[in-house]
């Protein structure tokens, strides 16, 4: 069973920072990238950044947010600095990778998503 856990969400004043933490367990997953999303209240799902043979990120956070990876821990973060109230959302963690069930199955997995108000 393939589990994805965010968190580190919260409220934080405009300007300032929070990290969030994004951890898979579940061995038989073979791990190809891992990524943030992120959905306002009454807005679609976007994409915020992902880490898989490169990093990536949206054009609205590049500058701000800086994705890492701890690959023994399975983990990943995501430090998110100068925040705007524009930032405000569930924060969502996706990972993709390839099962070890001998066919080579691809999956995705979401975690369930945390919090992140950015308000005065």
């Known amino acids: 069973q393939v589990q994805v856990v965010e968190s580190g969400g919260g409220l934080v004043q405009p300007g300032g920072s929070l990290r969030l933490s994004c951890t898979t367990s579940?061995?038989?997953?073979?791990?190809?990238?891992m990524g943030w999303y992120r959905q306002a209240p009454g807005k679609q799902r976007e994409f915020v950044a992902v880490?898989?043979?490169?990093?990536n990120y949206a054009d609205s956070v590049k500058g701000r947010f800086t994705m890492s990876r701890d690959n023994a821990k399975r983990t990943v973060y995501l430090q998110m600095n100068s925040l705007k109230p524009e930032d405000t959302a569930v924060y969502y963690c996706?990972?993709?990778?390839?099962?070890?069930?001998?066919?080579?199955?691809?999956?995705?997995?979401w975690g369930q998503g945390t919090q992140v108000t950015v308000s005065s």
């Open positions: 880490s898989g043979s490169s990093t």
């Open positions: 579940g061995s038989r997953l073979s791990i190809n990238a």
């Open positions: 996706n990972v993709v990778g390839v099962l070890d069930d001998g066919l080579g199955t691809g999956r995705s997995y």
